[in-house]
């Protein structure tokens, strides 16, 4: 108990970063259990117990949800699903939240969370990475509306299967799959507005402006076959660009197959755009060779910034003069002109093109080597990292493998720790994620953290640690009413809970709620539920459930996020839930 406290401390304390408190903790187990082994152990096995957490399924059911998750982000696959969404919240940002927390509490309340979430994670990165609203203040509030809703049925979550049965083995009748759904409804409406309107404002936007996001790049879009917008005049779809894409010179009369479109625009908003208006961001022959070369290679397709130097040839030229897809394999979709350069005079050829000249941010498309040559070979200074575009042939791919892991997960028909790893080996037999990426989807910070809860957790149950409060929470209670007792409780199993395990606050609470009812005359349901319910109130620490720490490295969460935003989620479940029971069994 004495190491649990010191933990919570630190991590909330927050100068010590987290990966450091977490491996401090296995250490001191691990240390503290070999001069002090547990009773009939010996002292090596300190050590078993100690960094057991790093080869538990746990960790490896959510280490291959990350690498799942990548597969769906990298190929986009959710990228459908994200301007739908999108849409939503383009309409109105509080709406958009709200219809997206009803989703994630309908859907948890036949499915298991930690599919729902894994499907949902993804969704809300794309969002974030198209401005629609911050990763780091949806994930929080999505991953409680899934909890909340997990506790609705008794098939929600695993923890509830485990509680419902325990309480059989003691003699209580079997609890069918919607017996105590009214009462979770009711709390759940209690508790959306904070979800809601309170939950977001209290997390940051953890988001990292990168600088290229504020470039704007010209460029020239040709209207490609078979597009509907043959035939339509520039007014009639500029409303259909995104925000951040406008014409330069819009043309007059109506558009035409192959036509020119000369937009400026930020990268994601020029992408968009190709999208919108079915058009080709550079010639057929280029793209279709590039697509061929990356097919034969096995490498991706990356987009990079580059900026011409003083030395590089291309200074006067225009990109159809520049004989840059020929000689390096490459496409130039934008150029930049920085804000410096901009009140210079401007020099096109007769053609229209725009000379380049020092100091332009040229966006250029292709394989990373021919990349690296073009920019060794004409002098030009890389800005930025290279950003993959998505592997869309494999779209369909991914999203097959992600929705069969939910579905057979889902229906019970696997455990979800080898649904998960049987997806995940798909994702890199099939190249939706590559081997040598995979280190870009895991987050060291969560391996460790996990690790160290479950090492804690086991340390609390086998030491007797658990069994102990139970003991001292029972001899306390005799005092008490009624409303009292469910809600001491639930906050003792909610205690455990996010400190230990749902499965020991389930195994520990359970009996001790059974005994407590004998004891003091009491109805043996509605503890056995304040059990059950408390098991599931997990939102006030990262380690407190899987889900927690699957959202962590995404949203870019630290432990004192999940304190702020779940500790009054915890006082409002508790009031409300003990109050539900209490008027629902007249006690």
Not at 269 to 294: F, H, K, N, S, Y
Request: proline fraction near 4%; charged fraction near 15%; aromatic fraction near 6%.
């Amino acid at each position: 108990m004495v190491v649990t406290v010191a933990m919570f401390i630190a991590f909330v304390r927050g100068r010590i970063s987290t990966e450091i408190v977490s491996l401090l903790t296995i250490a001191v187990i691990a240390v503290g259990l070999y001069f002090f082994p547990l009773e009939g152990a010996r002292p090596t096995d300190g050590l078993i117990l100690a960094f057991a957490g790093f080869g538990h399924y746990a960790l490896i059911t959510i280490c291959a949800l990350m690498v799942m998750g990548r597969g769906l982000v990298v190929t986009g696959a959710l990228e459908p699903a994200a301007r739908l969404l999108e849409q939503v919240f383009k309409y109105n940002l509080q709406v958009g939240l709200l219809v997206s927390l009803i989703i994630a509490f309908v859907l948890s309340m036949g499915i298991n969370n930690t599919p729902v979430l894994v499907l949902l994670i993804p969704i809300f990165v794309t969002l974030a990475a198209r401005g629609a609203l911050p990763a780091s203040k949806a994930l929080i509030p999505l991953n409680a509306a899934s909890l909340i809703g997990g506790v609705a049925t008794t098939i929600g979550t695993s923890t509830n299967i485990l509680v419902v049965s325990i309480a059989v083995d003691l003699g209580m009748p079997r609890m069918d799959v919607f017996h105590f759904t009214p009462i979770v409804l009711l709390a759940g409406a209690v508790a959306l507005p904070y979800l809601w309107l309170v939950m977001p404002r209290l997390l940051k936007d953890n988001r990292v402006e990168d600088e290229h996001t504020d470039r704007h790049f010209t460029t020239r879009l040709r209207i490609g076959q078979g597009s509907e917008l043959v035939g339509l005049k520039a007014s009639e779809i500029e409303a259909r660009l995104p925000e951040d894409v406008k014409f330069v010179n819009a043309p007059t009369g109506v558009l035409q197959v192959q036509q020119r479109l000369l937009l400026s625009g930020t990268h994601d908003g020029i992408e968009e755009a190709m999208r919108v208006l079915e058009g080709e961001i550079a010639p057929t022959w280029v793209l279709d060779r590039m697509q061929r070369q990356a097919s034969a290679q096995k490498a991706d397709i990356a987009v990079v910034e580059m900026a011409i130097t003083a030395d590089s040839r291309l200074i006067t030229r225009t990109l159809p003069s520049s004989g840059i897809a020929d000689l390096h394999g490459v496409a130039v979709i934008g150029i930049h002109r920085p804000e410096r350069l901009v009140g210079e005079e401007r020099k096109y050829s007769d053609g229209g093109d725009l000379r380049m000249v020092e100091g332009d941010v040229l966006l250029v498309m292709g394989l990373p080597d021919d990349l690296q040559e073009f920019a060794r070979s004409d002098n030009l200074l890389m800005l930025e990292g290279m950003r993959e575009l998505p592997r869309r042939s494999k779209a369909w791919l991914s999203a097959g493998i992600m929705g069969g892991t939910i579905g057979l997960a889902s229906i019970g028909l696997i455990p979800i720790a080898i649904a998960a790893l049987a997806g995940a080996i798909l994702m890199f037999v099939t190249g939706c994620v590559k081997f040598d990426r995979v280190g870009r989807a895991l987050s060291g910070q969560v391996i460790v953290l996990i690790a160290a809860s479950i090492a804690i957790g086991r340390i609390i149950d086998e030491s007797g640690a658990a069994d102990w409060l139970g003991l001292v929470l029972a001899n306390g209670l005799q005092f008490m009413a009624p409303a009292a007792v469910l809600a001491t409780i639930m906050i003792f199993v909610t205690f455990l809970t996010n400190f230990a395990s749902n499965a020991t606050a389930a195994t520990v609470g359970t009996p001790i709620a059974f005994s407590i009812a004998n004891q003091l005359g009491l109805p043996a349901e509605p503890l056995v539920l304040a059990v059950l319910f408390g098991c599931n109130l997990c939102y006030a620490t990262p380690i407190a459930y899987q889900t927690n720490m699957l959202i962590m490295a995404e949203g870019s969460y630290e432990f004192k996020d999940y304190i702020r935003t779940g500790v009054p989620l915890v006082i409002i479940m508790v009031v409300t839930l003990s109050f539900l029971l209490v008027m629902t069994y007249d006690m």
